[in-house]
């Protein structure tokens, strides 16, 4: 039987560049740094290692879209391979995903994802969501996605995002973002996400600032972290991005009696790029460091190709 490789949607550096002049903006569904996925079905030797929501799963850079300027629909494919250290303890992660940007009228773009996952210790799994975005009047718009996973150790049942962007100046080039996140996995665990940033664009560049609040249940635990995007590039040219975050991931594990409970430092580096090949098609990749203090480093490699029609 093939193995499953694993994903979701990264449009790496899918920015808001047309979004701002008042277009539909595609950012992907909103990582959440400082997340830890509970491992309340986890080996013991993976306690912490089950982080789902993490900048890898939808990529940072995608706060802000590359915005298909033409109103063009869009497909994303790419596969993703994380190498975690020591990986007698963790494994191996690899994934496949599908994304489809729907542009439709009244300022309306509908995302859909299929995303497979293969990790070398837990088991195999899929998530699939839906979403939709859309421009309200020219001083905002929001972006809406629910979606969910069969029965699994990592991924969660369902999770719902909604997020709102109002946008501020003469050019409309300063954008502020509201968000809130709430994921229930099989094992009962619940995590509940506020978060709120900042985003300015400038000629052929832009950077976001953004803090999120994470709330986990069982227990009423929090954590924190900040994330700092950097974007420079132009549209149906190419785009390069650094992705930069530091926080804590917490919450109690209900593998042992008594909750036990995990509160550790993280810090993430990611740089991507997407590059225009013909007028309406490309490529995209991106290499990342991640390290969850002393428990485990991890080592990202991406690649992924784009069809806009």
Do not use: C
């Amino acid at each position: 039987m093939m193995r499953l490789f694993a994903a979701l949607s990264t449009l790496t550096s899918v920015l808001m560049a047309g979004g701002v002049a008042g277009n539909t903006p595609m950012p992907n569904p909103v990582p959440i740094p400082g997340t830890e996925t509970p491992a309340g079905t986890l080996p013991a030797s993976a306690a912490t290692a089950g982080t789902f929501w993490e900048k890898t799963f939808f990529s940072d850079s995608n706060l802000k879209s590359d915005q298909n300027v033409t109103g063009q629909d869009r497909l994303e494919l790419f596969v993703m391979y994380e190498y975690l250290d020591p990986n007698d303890d963790y494994g191996s992660w690899k994934q496949f995903n599908a994304a489809y940007y729907q542009k439709l009228p009244e300022s309306l773009t509908l995302y859909y994802q299929l995303a497979l996952f293969e990790r070398s210790i837990e088991n195999n799994a899929m998530f699939a969501s839906i979403g939709a975005y859309k421009d309200w009047s020219p001083s905002y718009y929001t972006f809406t996605q629910i979606g969910g996973s069969p029965d699994n150790q990592y991924l969660p049942k369902i999770r719902f995002d909604h997020e709102l962007y109002l946008k501020f100046g003469e050019e409309k080039n300063l954008v502020g973002i509201l968000g809130m996140s709430f994921m229930e996995y099989y094992n009962g665990h619940r995590d509940r996400v506020a978060s709120a940033g900042l985003t300015y664009y400038g000629p052929r560049y832009n950077i976001t600032y953004r803090h999120f609040f994470n709330t986990s249940y069982p227990g009423n635990v929090t954590s924190r972290s900040d994330l700092l995007s950097i974007g420079y590039g132009e549209e149906k040219k190419q785009w390069i991005y650094l992705d930069l975050s530091y926080g804590n991931q917490a919450y109690r594990s209900i593998l042992a009696d008594g909750y036990t409970p995990f509160d550790e430092d993280s810090a993430d580096i990611k740089l991507s790029y997407r590059k225009w090949t013909t007028k309406n098609s490309g490529w995209f990749g991106a290499i990342g460091f991640s390290r969850l203090n002393t428990n485990y480093n991890k080592y990202l490699f991406q690649v992924g190709y784009f069809q806009e029609f």
